[in-house]
């Protein structure tokens, strides 16, 4: 089993155990915000079983039917934790809405919220443990997961400091507020994840700055070309694809113009380690004098 295979495997177990806790948290209390909590807990846990099915599937080697290989199945995976994301955030309005309308007083409240804490803890480490990782191994579905459950650290924290002013005040109304901000909190960490999916299927170009460095890398080790034009760039899970066109003479050899091919992917994937590149190379009389000009 790949290392972000054994992240994604280990994020459920995790999941499982602070959904646990949070649970206790909320019936040793009975409020409403930390149910709220709990709720994202088992958004938790379901996302991160679509994360791990999700890098697997992408882990697949290209085939006949898929031979750009398999790794847009982690975008499709993020988009599927956004929209689980949406709906935990309705079910949490719901029953604050429900709190709101009847309020009842918070049982147990110091016992609950150190419960709570050490589930916020657990899950704060973790997240940082994915993040991290996701962005080493270049994943989306676990860089997804890292940051849905920071969102989760972020919405705990506040739980726990509105809990606290609620059983010193005595105002009960506070207890369904908090779930009803936690819940537009997760609605709007929802939407992002969707928003960036979305950009990787639907091939959105790789950021200004990589581009530059592909650009520079072009410009330096294209001797013997005259220019490349119609740079064109995308994303797919770990893997990067870059296109262009590489104008030369058109007296060169063959031969001449595979090499300069060659030296041109060695500089590129030195710049972005796993790239698949393709270069269309061109006749001076295809020159269209803009572009990237070999130095």
């Keep these: 089993m790949k290392r972000v295979e054994i992240f994604a495997a280990v994020s459920i177990a995790v999941g499982v155990a602070v ?48 031979p750009y290989g398999h790794h847009k199945a982690e975008y499709v995976s993020a988009v599927i934790e956004g929209v689980l994301i949406v709906i935990a955030a309705l079910a949490i309005l719901r029953a604050a809405w429900g709190a709101y309308q009847v309020p009842r007083m918070i049982e147990a409240p110091w016992l609950g919220l150190a419960v709570n804490g050490a589930a916020t803890a657990i899950n704060a480490i973790w997240c940082a443990i994915l993040i991290k990782q996701g962005r080493r191994y270049r994943s989306p579905a676990l860089a997804a997961d890292g940051y849905h459950l920071f969102t989760d650290v972020v919405s705990s924290l506040g739980v726990i400091a ?20 936690v819940a537009l909190n997760i609605l709007w960490s929802g939407w992002k994840l969707m928003k960036e999916s979305a950009g990787g299927l639907l091939d959105e170009a790789l950021p200004e700055e990589s581009l530059e460095r592909i650009r520079a890398a072009i410009a330096k080790n294209a001797d013997g070309a005259i220019e490349a034009h119609d740079l064109r760039t995308r994303h797919a899970g770990p893997m990067t694809f870059v296109e262009f066109h590489l104008v ?45 000009v070999v130095l």
Excluded at 20 to 44: P, Q, R, W
Excluded at 167 to 174: E, L, M, R
Excluded at 281 to 287: F, H, R, T
């Design 19 to 66: 959904l646990a806790l949070k649970y206790l948290a909320y019936h040793l209390t009975g409020s409403v915000a930390l149910l709220s909590d709990a709720i994202e807990s088992i958004v938790n846990v379901l996302t991160a079983i679509a994360a791990l099915v999700a890098i697997r599937f992408a882990a697949q080697p290209a085939d006949k039917d898929h």
């Design 162 to 181: 509105g809990l606290l002013i609620a059983v010193y005040s005595g105002i009960q109304v506070i207890d369904p507020l908090l779930a009803a901000l």
């Design 248 to 292: 030369v003479k058109g007296s060169m050899s063959v031969t001449e113009a595979h090499e300069i091919c060659d030296r041109l992917e060695r500089a590129i994937k030195a710049e972005l380690h796993d790239a698949m590149i393709s270069i269309h190379v061109e006749p001076d009389d295809k020159a269209k004098h803009s572009g990237i």
